[in-house]
């Protein structure tokens, strides 16, 4: 009987074909970024100048040919697609626990703290972030930190925003009002009670974040403001294989496909969660 | 509605001074000076070019000066192109940029909608998977993909339309770019608006229309669109934000002289007058644009006219 | 809404989504179709030619880029100038005499040179413009090249009155110019765009914003009828210059195209008759397909790796940096990492300078096994071994080429040292700022562009007191050695003392120089009187255009 009902649940909480296809992806992406590079001898950031621009291949496991300078594109989509994810998840994560603690908080308190504090994120949103952002990496000589603060600053308002609404309605439920009758502190309330309820909405939007983090730091990489050599991440590597586009045009396909289906798969993901999870969250 | 405007505008002080003490410090911040080069200056002339251009003075004495010149509408001097001020200079990229998010936006609507209605009113058949799928592209690959790729292709192979920007007055120059930049929006307009539409189109007061024996096509025109559009209204917001970042990267690959490449130099150039200057100058457009977008939002949905 | 049938409804409430799809389709067609205005490109007489940034100023006084160097250089003219093969000629003036000791230049003004608004140019506006240069509310970049001029150091600093400059108007057509110490270089100095003279009327009249359409009043070929902020500049012959009959091309647009590969997409899709720039990653492929077009010719421009000499590890070991400069393969890396013609470098003054032949570095002539092997032991000499290896961290500034180069010599140190190397990439300004500092910086990439045809223009950057010798080399007998050379009237006793200082500091090893730098353009086959020169000066009055 457990079963059955775990399983309906799970059923149900992973939604349909896209959401299990998507996730299936990412897995494999992950374990071979993780993985890929062991099946190389070569690594990320040795030259070869007598082997440039060699087309992919499988004799000398140059599964996705070598770029300008000698280096093995296969191992150095991996170890860039390493980075991009983690810059994306770091990043996502910077937003989630401000949004969420902002919106809680905020949620929580309700009347004018509340409205004082909408009001602050209201005249946040005006900011042209991208502009500071850009700002910002040239004022701080783009930090390896600082990416992840700044990408995790540009979407955390969302979040705020969204978490703020739910919290609102979750503040009436009876779990809350029985929890302060006996008398527990708000804090516990909001973070003990509230914010566990909140993860069917936050997991959703994390799956949409993330994607976003990931088109700013390819956005940034595109300008010279990102990921800095010998490092690479896949933002960067479509930035390198643009304008190599005539001579080798699998420095660009390969990294762009990746990079897109990686995009595609989040995107499906956190539309087939939010389906599965909420209908009534149609806000995107 | 004009309390609510007012009020809404007022608001935005406290944004518009927080932008600009936010974008002083960070500009001032940054390492270099807008007449640093390779070829250092010699003393003197370093002197003579700080006294010029008051970077001698001490930082909150340069921003009293910048916000008072501010209030009487000066944006100042641009520091590295020295024989225009900045005003001039915003005011010869911007009406670019603003036609090209404008031309833009109005192509990802009409595009976007249209494909989300047809999506929706074909749901689930290989029109709307087809639909969706495309849309779903366009969201993941990135514009500086797509924006060289047109170049490339439609340029410089088929020789149909321009390369960039000054090689040819007329109206094709703005073809390449415009759809580049368009693709995104066209994509999440079309998911909005094909699931927006068929929320409505299952909702009751449709089906009420539908058992009266209107034809599906005078349904979607006269009764369900309007709601429909509503989500898509709402995105306009963020749109705009995402076609300012977009236009960036447009700019730079089609040699476009807007704003956002205009931006991006000065602030390589550390040239602190104009870079302060944008960034002002784009946090009133936004909040302007905001209010716009929530007035129209005013508009169409009597619901939420009461402030 | 009332429940009336849709066909019966008047055809004025038939509005809605068609009609907006339909609005918005017309007007974008309508955009497309635009209004079909002649293609510029069809006019015989339109030169269109790239440069790589908007001038930041066009204003002689307030200028320093090379791009704002090339539009200037149509508008006025200066004293000298150079033939499109890089000789230098008279231009606003006819001819000059020069004192014995070499300090006093006596030019006589071209009596038929014209303003654009046909007034005469004298010797007064000579006199205003050097003034002007020099007066520290201009605010001038390059109020360098008149320093040599008597008092003109101490009136940029404001410790004299603008009329003490050694620069006199004898009459209409005489100008009279007293220098500070003989300086042999003067009349090379003389073809920089600061030189030239600047309407007085105009500026007064209009101050800064003199420099614009319709208000700049120009000596040179050309006038400025236009300026697209952000564009171009368009610009259209001086009837009134006192050549205009030996200029071919009425009208020259230059575009600010600051990509190569946008401006090499520009140039193949036919809107642009010449490049500044060809892109390295197609640079093979355009030598492939129009070698004809192609133009690639020594520059004065030099690519190196400077030394922080103030700290360890480099302060003091001169093996360690003799190690580092020998263990690179510098034919490799223009061929395989710049790949555009340029030369290796084992000189600090490039070649092609006039008067002067170039000291190499003494392992210049090694076979790569035989300065490998030295390499390594001035390695050891040094202290370094495979098991004590030299950590150090490479500086460069954002740019592909950058990058390509610091990898390749990373690799290279490693494999024939062992040494490990860090690469750090840095945004220009905060490159800059980090070399100037001296604090931080190890070895950091760097270049030199030679302002004038004149070994002294590189030697000057590593006197003790230059401000831009990054490196922190002082050497008192390079400095005494330069200074005589500065003084020395008779060239074959310059040209040593230059010779001699040159080799010195060469092998000091503050720097390691790696590549002189090519200029490189794409010039259309209609083009005609092109010629390659050294300074990469190019005047739009020496082209002409065939017709098609």
Known sequence: ?284 | MLRFALLRILSAIPTLCLVVVLAFLMVHAAPGGPFDDERVLPPENARNLAAAYHLDESLPRQFARYVSGLLKGDLGPSYHYRDHSVSELIGAAFPLSLQLGLLSMAVALAVGVSAGVLAALRRNTISDRLITGMAMTGISVPVFVVAPLFVLVFAVELRWLPASWSGDASGRRFLLPVVALALPQIAYITRLTRASMVETLSSDYVRTARAQGLSLFSIVRFHALKPALLPVVSYLGPAIAAVLTGAVVVEIVFGVPGLGQLFVRSALNRDYTLVLGVVVFYAALIVILNLTVDLLYGFLDPRTRNP | MKAVPYILRPRRARRGLPGAIGSFALAFVCLLLGACSANDMDDVQTLHRGIDAEPESLDFHKARSTAAGDVQRDLGEGLTGYTPDGELVGRAAENWEISEDGRDYRFSLRRDARWSTGEPVTADDFVYSFRRLVDPATASFYSQSVIDIENAAAIVAGEKALEELAVTANGDHELHVRLARPTPYFLALLTHPSMFPVHRDSVEQHGDAHARPGRLVTNGAYTLVAWELGSLVELRRNEHYWDNRSTAIDRVRHHFIPEPTVELNRYRAGELHITDNVPPEAFARVREERPGELHVAPYLNIYYYGFNLTRPPFRDNLELRRALSMAIDRRALTESVTGRGETPAWSWVPPGVDNYVERQLPYATLSDEERKAEARRAYRQAGYSDHNPLKIEIRYNTSDTHQRMALAIQSMWREVLGVETTLVNEEFQVLLSNMRAKEVTQVFRSSWLGDYNDANAFLQVMLSDAPSNMTGYSDKQFDSLVQRAAEQTDPERRRTYMEQAEALMLDDHPVIPIYFYVSKHLVSPRVEGWGDNVLDYHYSQHLSLSPE
């Open chain 1, 1 to 284: 009987m457990r079963a059955l009902a775990t399983a309906v649940a799970l059923r149900q909480v992973t939604g349909g074909a896209a959401v299990r296809v998507s996730a299936g992806i990412l897995i494999v992406i992950t374990i071979a970024a993780l993985l890929g590079p062991s099946l190389s001898s070569h690594d990320y950031f040795s030259m070869n100048l007598a082997e440039r621009f060699e087309p992919p291949t499988l004799e000398n496991a140059r599964f996705f040919g070598t770029d300008d300078l000698g280096r093995d594109l296969f191992v150095r989509t991996m170890s860039g697609t390493r980075v991009t994810l983690l810059v994306a998840i770091v990043a996502s994560f910077v937003s989630l626990v401000l949004g969420v603690a902002y919106g809680a908080v905020a949620g929580y308190a309700g009347g004018k703290v509340d409205a004082f504090m909408m009001r602050i994120v209201d005249a946040l949103y005006a900011l042209p972030f991208i502009f500071l952002v850009i700002l910002l990496m040239v004022a701080f000589e783009r930090n390896f930190l600082l990416i992840f603060v700044a990408i995790g600053a540009i979407n955390w308002l969302d979040m705020a925003r969204i978490v703020r609404g739910q919290t609102l309605s979750l503040k009436e439920r009876e779990f809350v009002a029985a929890a302060r009758l006996i008398g527990v502190p708000p804090v516990v309330i909001v973070f003990r009670h509230i914010v566990p309820n909140l993860l069917g909405v936050v997991v959703v939007y994390i799956t949409l974040t993330i994607p976003q983090a990931i088109l700013v730091e390819s956005f940034l990489s595109f300008l010279g403001l990102g990921i800095q050599e010998p490092q690479t991440s896949l933002g960067a590597l479509v930035n390198g294989g643009v304008s190599q586009m005539e001579r080798a045009p699998w420095l660009l396909l390969i990294p762009a496909t990746l990079l897109a289906v990686m995009l595609m798969s989040f995107n499906f993901l956190g539309d087939g969660l939010r389906d599965a999870l909420d209908p009534r969250l149609k806000a995107r």
